[in-house]
Structure formats: structure tokens, C-alpha cells
């Protein structure tokens, strides 16, 4: 069993910068694919970004790319998502995943855990 707790979310003006965590309990941590997930007000939860289980492959959403970065540290069972320059549409509840491969991670799918979600606001 894996519990993922986020943190980092908050109210951040357009344009800024923040980074969100996702500390994860076991040990099992480094044996996940890790991935970003958010869900905006009366929208479906998307994907935002994903990690590979060693880092060294990453992919992002289009709207994300060049902006957010995911990264993690497997010996702090943590994983990270830095955003900068923030957009009001980039405002949402952001949830960690913990899945089986990139590509399904990607697709929403194949995702053996969830964490509760932190909330970010981007003010214009």
C-alpha cells in the first residue's frame, strides 16, 4: 500500500512560480511511475505531467511543456512539480499518481494510487 500526500498549493499571481510535492509512505516508491494530474472547476481531471521511475524520462502536456517541470527523489520517496510563469487557466486542484508506465499515465490509465489533491489558485 502507497499513500501520496501533496502540498506546495496556494494562491500565486499569473506569472509566478511554485512547486508542488508529493511525499509518498512505503517503500515502494522508486518502483512507480509518478504522475501529475489536475482537475479545473466543472472540467474532468487531465494529465499534467508524468516520470519515469529512475527520472530519466518525462513527458508533459502540450499546455504545460516549457513551463512546469516534473522531477523526483526516489531516496526522499518525493516527487516534485515546478511551475513557472503561472496562468489563471493553470488554476486547479492538482493530484499526485503513482502508475505502471508512462505512456498509461498519460492516458489516465493503469494508476494504482491517488493522493487527495492540493489547490492552486493563479490570480490575473
Known amino acids: 500500500q502507497v499513500q501520496l500526500v501533496e502540498s506546495g498549493g496556494g494562491l500565486v499571481q499569473a506569472g509566478g512560480s511554485l512547486r508542488l510535492s508529493c511525499a509518498a509512505s512505503g517503500r515502494t516508491f522508486s518502483s512507480y511511475v509518478m504522475g501529475w494530474f489536475r482537475q479545473a472547476p466543472g472540467k474532468e481531471r487531465e494529465f499534467v505531467a508524468a516520470i519515469s521511475r529512475s527520472g530519466g524520462s518525462t513527458s508533459y502536456t502540450d499546455s504545460v511543456k516549457g513551463r512546469f517541470t516534473i522531477s523526483r527523489d526516489n531516496a526522499k520517496n518525493t516527487v516534485y512539480l515546478q511551475m513557472n510563469s503561472l496562468k489563471p487557466e493553470d488554476t486547479a486542484v492538482y493530484y499526485c499518481?503513482?502508475?505502471?508506465?508512462?505512456?498509461?499515465?498519460?492516458?489516465?490509465?493503469?494508476?494504482?494510487?491517488w493522493g487527495k489533491g492540493t489547490r492552486l489558485t493563479v490570480s490575473s
Open positions: 499518481a503513482a502508475g505502471v508506465s508512462v505512456a498509461h499515465v498519460r492516458e489516465g490509465y493503469g494508476i494504482d494510487y
